[in-house]
Antibody, heavy 122, light 110 residues
Framework: QITLRESGPTLVKPTQTLTLTCTFS??????????VGWVRQPPGKALEWLAL???????RYSPSLKSRLTITKDSSKNQVVLTMTNMDPVDTATYFC??????????????WGKGTTVTVSS | NFMLTQPHSVSESPGKTVTISCTRS????????VQWYQQRPGSSPTTVIY?????PSGVPDRFSGSIDSSSNSASLTISGLKIEDEADYYC?????????FGGGTKLTVL
C-alpha cells in the first residue's frame, strides 16, 4: 500500500523560505517510471502543479514558479523535499505530495497524501 | 504551455447523467493522456479516470472518460448520479515539461 505524508511548518512569514517534506512508503523511488511530486491548492481554489521528481533524478518545475522551487530526494529516508523561496501571502495553500505510478499504458499521479496547510502571514 | 478549461459548475438530479468537459488550449488532446480527479470537501483528490478512459479498481462503471480530437477536449461522464457524487472534479494532462490541471468543476447533485 502506497502512502505519502506531508510535513512542515503551518505558518511562515513573508519573504521566508518554506521547506516541506514528503515521507513515503510502499514503493521505491528508484523504480523506473516512478516519481514524487507536489501540488498545491489555495483555499477555495483549483489544484496547481508545482514540481515532479523522477526515479532517475530528473526534475520538472511549474514554469511560473520555477525560479522559487527546488525538489530533492533523500533515498535513505524515503523522503522528497520541496523548498519554495520568498514566500508571499498568495502562497497560502494546502500542499499535497503525490505519487506518480504506472497506469495501463503510461504513468500518472495516482496516489495523494492528505496535504499540509501552510499560511503565509506576518 | 497549454491550459485546460472546464466549466465552473454543473448540476443535475439524482439518477440522471452529467458530462463535464475539459478543453485543451494548444497541442492535441490526443497527444497526452488525460486524468480526472474527484475531490470532496476537506479531502485529497482521488482518481476516477486515468489515461483518457481507464477506471481504477473500486471506481464504479458509472464513471467514464473520453476524448474528442475535433473539439480538442476530454469529457468525464457520470451516469446514474448519486448524492455522493457531489464534489469538485479536475481534469489533468501534461506535456514534455509540465503537468497541468484544469480549473475544476463543481458538481451539484440536487
Amino acid at each position: 500500500q502506497i502512502t505519502l505524508r506531508e510535513s512542515g511548518p503551518t505558518l511562515v512569514k513573508p519573504t521566508q523560505t518554506l521547506t516541506l517534506t514528503c515521507t513515503f512508503s510502499g514503493f521505491s523511488l528508484s523504480t523506473s517510471g516512478v516519481g514524487v511530486g507536489w501540488v498545491r491548492q489555495p483555499p477555495g481554489k483549483a489544484l496547481e502543479w508545482l514540481a515532479l521528481l523522477y526515479w532517475d533524478d530528473d526534475k520538472r518545475y511549474s514554469p511560473s514558479l520555477k525560479s522559487r522551487l527546488t525538489i530533492t530526494k533523500d533515498s535513505s529516508k524515503n523522503q522528497v523535499v520541496l523548498t519554495m523561496t520568498n514566500m508571499d501571502p498568495v502562497d497560502t495553500a494546502t500542499y499535497f505530495c503525490v505519487h506518480r505510478g504506472a497506469g495501463t499504458y503510461y504513468y500518472y499521479m495516482d496516489v495523494w497524501g492528505k496535504g499540509t496547510t501552510v499560511t503565509v502571514s506576518s | 504551455n497549454f491550459m485546460l478549461t472546464q466549466p465552473h459548475s454543473v448540476s443535475e438530479s439524482p439518477g440522471k447523467t452529467v458530462t463535464i468537459s475539459c478543453t485543451r488550449s494548444s497541442g492535441s488532446i490526443a497527444s497526452n493522456y488525460v486524468q480526472w480527479y474527484q475531490q470532496r470537501p476537506g479531502s485529497s483528490p482521488t482518481t476516477v479516470i486515468y489515461e483518457d478512459n481507464q477506471r481504477p479498481s473500486g471506481v464504479p462503471d458509472r464513471f467514464s472518460g473520453s476524448i474528442d480530437s475535433s473539439s480538442n477536449s476530454a469529457s468525464l461522464t457520470i451516469s446514474g448520479l448519486k448524492i455522493e457524487d457531489e464534489a469538485d472534479y479536475y481534469c489533468q494532462s501534461y506535456d514534455t515539461s509540465s503537468q497541468v490541471f484544469g480549473g475544476g468543476t463543481k458538481l451539484t447533485v440536487l
